[in-house]
């Protein structure tokens, strides 16, 4: 039973659904394992749940933009 994690920040029900079958279509190509015994986990966070250079990614994105 492979298990495939993805951490993200809050993607919508659209983009879950299009992760969760291309990650599994790919790993099981990949793999030669069939799709059905895939599991995939997203787990999600906030902006301010993640740091990039000392800094959190709310405010790393917001200094991309300056």
Do not use: C, S
């Amino acid at each position: 039973m492979p298990i495939i994690r993805l951490d993200a920040v809050h993607p919508t029900k659209e983009q879950k659904e299009k992760l969760i079958a291309d990650l599994t279509r790919v790993a099981a190509e990949d793999l030669g394992v069939d799709e059905k015994f895939f599991y995939v986990v997203i787990n999600e966070h906030d902006l301010d749940d993640w740091g990039v250079g000392g800094i959190t990614l709310e405010k790393f994105l917001a200094d991309m933009k300056k």
